[in-house]
């Protein structure tokens, strides 16, 4: 049965870096797009991007200027930063599998922005 | 970007009951080459994190209950619980991934009358 787990620091400080990984158990990682999605607390959902193993990817706008998706198919993992992080950033971080519709997700980390 | 504009925001209804949640895209997800809605709907009880329950507009995710159906096309969607399961109390968003950036709703919560 395949799994996701996110990994990463639960707090950074405003300006910084947010840095993620997602590994992936169970499967290879190979032949599928993998996606990052974020929920602020207590709001809705925001897609921030997928890739595919092989590296392609698509971001979304509004963050494309921060956001780096990669893949590390040696490691089954795939990870994401995101630059200048402000308090607006604060969100659970979901690493998800799929290109389309998202069938398989990890739990779930949450990341505080906060100095 | 699509926007999705789900209706209601917040639903109340008994045990046994229909519930229906609307979905409405800002321009069409129907794909003219291949007849399909790019539209997926899921479920995401507290704590946990969402789980596709329709993909498609109207195929069930294996394993989901076949109490829980979707319809529409073009613009306007629908995702249906013919008969409500206190296990069904739960936030419900749907999600177009017609074009990127993909975009969901902003969510209905589902709950017990």
């Known amino acids: 049965q395949v799994q996701l787990q996110e990994s990463g620091p639960g707090l950074v400080k405003p300006s910084e870096t947010l840095s993620l990984t997602c590994t992936v158990s169970?499967?290879?990682?190979?032949?599928?797009?993998w996606a990052w999605i974020r929920q602020p607390p207590g709001k809705g959902l925001e897609w921030i991007g997928n890739i595919f193993y092989s590296g392609s990817t698509n971001y979304n706008p509004s963050l494309k200027s921060r956001v780096t998706i990669s893949v590390n198919p040696s490691k089954n993992q795939f990870s994401l930063k995101l630059t200048s992080v402000t308090a607006a950033d604060t969100a659970v971080y979901y690493c998800a599998r799929g290109g389309r519709w998202t069938h398989m997700w990890g739990q779930g980390t949450l990341i505080t922005v906060s100095s | 970007d699509i926007v999705m504009t789900q209706s209601p925001d917040s639903l109340a209804v008994a045990l046994g009951e229909r519930a229906t949640i609307n979905c409405r895209s800002s321009q069409s997800v129907l794909y003219n080459s291949d007849n399909k809605n790019y539209l997926a709907w899921y479920q995401q009880k507290s704590g946990q994190p969402p789980k596709v329950l329709i993909y498609w507009a109207s195929t069930r995710e294996s394993g989901v209950p076949d109490r829980f159906s979707g319809s529409g096309s073009g613009t306007d969607f629908a995702l249906t619980i013919s008969s409500l399961q206190a296990e069904d109390v739960a936030v419900y968003y749907c999600?177009?991934?017609?074009?990127?950036?993909?975009?969901f709703g902003q969510g209905t919560k589902l709950e017990i009358k």
């Open positions: 169970g499967g290879s990682i190979t032949n599928y797009y």
């Open positions: 999600h177009q991934y017609y074009s990127t950036p993909y975009t």
